[in-house]
């Protein structure tokens, strides 16, 4: 389908045209979209911590979707490492030498996880030190992207932010089915021993980064502002005290702060319904496949529709449909003669289309809403505002997990979670007059 409509020469020049620097195809391309890729194949270890964490350590689903949260705190902080991009050079550049710090430390936590790690606390700090690899990673990645995203068309800008996690999505559809085979094959800790290779691949591609090297010397400090901590946190905070950033960045923050029955439903899946590592693996090949159909329709159909028409529609049929999980969780698919196996496989489908073409909008608005001189503080700023509403979010179906007295046998009230979690969702929706109305640049 994708192919159909970007045969290769025309996705190779599209590629080109939005991360060009000067006359010829920058380097620097190769490096972004391998960082980008990278992130999409640590997806290679998602099953593996599930089932380490649930075999292994033996933790209930409460204890999981509270330990899923605290493993995002790196991801809440990311504006501190925009800031230390932006305003503290190593060495004389800002960001080669924390693109190698964060492939070294990433190598170092899953390392950590494929060896020593056998209680609740020490996976918490391998966990927290392999996400934290990522979020700084991310926040080069993401500066380099905002500061072009900013000089485009808002339509440009949308396809920007489509190629890179299409890139994304490609590293996680081709470990997509490795990840549950792995599993069948191999031990939890083998298949972190494994993942331990790719960040390291960021550290080497880091020197395709091309930037200017950066005066040490105070005297010879560059005269732009934007260089300078002091300038730099005073337009961090008046760009936040903005209605016009500040609004629509509490919108998403309500919309993704809602609770999940994320780590329950894992739990259901492989304990009740007896889904092995391999057949999620296929589930997770299939919902790969999905985040790169609804970047596709988004590109293609969506990318110009106004924000709040396009969160409007997005978040009540997600809701909608996410109630078809109750067909599972009651085993009414099975009176409609629906296996398990395919039941699940289809709705996985469905619902993915649908929250990826949610997701790239928020993308596309955060790019938007950067001023010049600070894209990686405040973009970073505005991805942990996203990333604390995640923490929320396990969090609360943490709490309401065990609040039901959900267990690792007991799935009598999992269809009151389900129910509540869905219909939270639609709550954003009395604050979609934060979001503009159009183009925010």
Known sequence: MTLAKYPISQIKNRLKNSLLLGNEPSLELVAILSVYFVQGILGLARLAISFFLKDDL?????????????????????????????????????RRPYLILSGLLGSLAWMMLGTIVDNPWSATVSLLLASLSVAISDVIVDSLVVERSRQESLGQAGSLQSLTWGISALGGLITAYLSGWLLQEFTPQTVFQITAIFPLIVALVAGLIVEEHIAQNASQMPSNKSFKISQQLQQLWQAIRQKSILLPTAFVFIWQATPNAESALFFFTTNELGFEAEFLGRVRLVTSVAMLAGIWVYQRFLKNISFRQIFSCSIVISSV????????????????????????LGDSLILT????????????????????????????????SLNLSNLVSYELGSLLTQWFGITETNFDHLWLLVIITNLSTLLPLFFIKWLPESDPL
Request: charged fraction near 10%; glycine fraction near 10%.
């Open 321 to 344: 449909l996410g109630m078809t999980v109750l067909l599972l969780v009651t085993h009414t698919n099975r009176l409609l003669g629906i296996d398990d196996h395919w039941f699940s």
């Open 353 to 384: 289309v649908m929250g990826q073409i949610a997701f790239m909008p928020i993308l596309v608005l955060s790019a938007r809403l950067c001023p010049k001189g600070i894209e990686a503080s405040l973009f970073a700023l505005l991805m942990s």
């Open 58 to 94: 033996n933790l209930t689903p409460a204890q999981v979707g509270a330990l899923t949260g605290i493993a995002a705190l790196p991801w809440i902080i990311k504006p501190l490492f925009g800031f230390l991009s932006d305003g503290l050079p190593i060495f004389g550049y800002r």
